[in-house]
């Protein structure tokens, strides 16, 4: 009789082993999601950081994020459905009072990944058909910081099963982790932001507009796409400065940005090079495109009359445009430095104009180089 309490102590001191082991191992995997989600600094790679990561703590077939203050849903469905994916997203819009019960809006994004880890799970485990409602099988969190609701956290599992208490308070917990996660990452997009924005006009600042002459310039050089640049230098803006004031002068800038940002296309990149000089790069354009969109700049700028506190002000703007690929273009450094001379040549002329850089020729190129090396 000793011996059967004995074997008993010792199953029932085995299953609590067994069962602490395994709950040790749950809680070091919502260790490292935790720390690995708070370690992003991005809300796209937090989103697939928790999608990649969260099926090693409980069964998630189908992931929702929504966020509050814009009609977006990130979903990720181990089944690749685009029924799934729509019908989480119609709900989590219909959530958050983005999306009337009667209005569909099949151009909102949907961005489906499927981790590798994931398994795959039949399409009749999709999203409960009544929009409205939620299927036992799902459970979802309030994203809030303090009073402040920032969005909703949905998950569902393959099966009619609902989730454990445990599994409830795991997400809660995950809940609060992304919660903070997705408004550091909304924190640090803003400072990345007005890190690459010019304090006057709010356009790219020099390193900014740089960065996309660099990834312009690439594209050119290896695939032959053509793309231009122009560098726009506002006409006696000093004389503003010296007459007006400084304030008077920032008015002006801000003012033309505005202008050049009207004129150009939404695929253009424009910044501010310094001073009164702005730049604009212009993808997969040819070098006459670019010149007609340089005159109606500089006509716009021309007629557009600029009224400060301190009087009304009118201005011309020389712009100088310079193309690649181009034989004499083989870095940003030499793709600015001619459109630069471009712009002088344009204020050599009497201003108020516009001078397009001429490439070298090829061959007259091959044969300057043999004579430099002499």
Request: aromatic share 4%.
């Amino acid at each position: 009789m000793a011996g059967d309490e004995l074997l008993q102590v010792d199953l029932q001191r085995d299953r609590v082993r067994d069962a602490l082991s395994s709950i040790g191992r749950q809680l070091e995997s919502l260790h490292q999601l935790l720390a690995a989600v708070a370690a992003c600094s991005d809300e796209h790679e937090i989103a697939k950081t928790l999608a990649g990561r969260l099926c090693t703590v409980i069964p998630a077939d189908v992931i929702g994020i929504a966020r509050s203050h814009r009609e977006h849903v990130r979903v990720w469905s181990s089944d690749q459905s685009r029924e799934t994916g729509a019908r989480i997203r119609r709900y989590l819009l219909r959530r958050l009072g983005h999306l009337p019960p009667d209005v569909l809006r099949p151009s909102i994004p949907l961005r489906l990944v499927r981790p590798r880890h994931l398994s795959l799970v039949a399409r009749s485990a999709c999203f409960s058909p009544k929009l409205n409602e939620r299927p036992t099988n799902s459970y979802e969190v309030q994203l809030s910081t303090g009073p402040e609701e920032i969005g909703i956290f949905l998950v569902q599992k393959q099966g009619d099963e609902p989730y454990t208490e445990w599994e409830t308070q795991t997400l809660h917990i995950i809940g609060t982790v992304l919660a903070v996660s997705l408004r550091n990452a909304e924190a640090c997009r803003l400072r990345r932001d007005i890190d690459l924005r010019d304090p006057v006009t709010e356009m790219l600042n020099t390193q900014a507009l740089d960065d996309a002459l660099a990834r312009e310039l690439r594209v050119g050089l290896r695939y032959g796409v053509s793309a231009c640049l122009l560098v726009i230098g506002l006409d006696y803006f000093r004389t503003v400065n010296d007459r007006l004031g400084h304030e008077s002068g920032d008015h002006v800038l801000r003012t033309a940005a505005d202008v050049i940002r009207e004129t150009v296309r939404d695929t253009d990149l424009v910044g501010r090079c310094g001073g009164d000089t702005f730049g604009v790069a212009l993808p997969h354009t040819e070098r006459r495109q670019a010149r007609n969109l340089a005159e109606r700049l500089r006509e716009r700028i021309e007629r557009h009359l600029f009224v400060g506190q301190s009087g009304r002000v009118r201005t011309t703007a020389s712009i100088g445009l310079a193309a690649v690929p181009d034989i004499g273009v083989s870095s940003i450094l030499d793709w600015k430095t001619i459109a630069g001379s471009a712009l002088k040549e344009a204020k050599t002329q009497g201003r108020n104009c516009v001078a397009v850089h001429a490439p070298q020729p090829p061959a007259l190129a091959c044969a300057v180089t043999p004579s430099l090396a002499a």
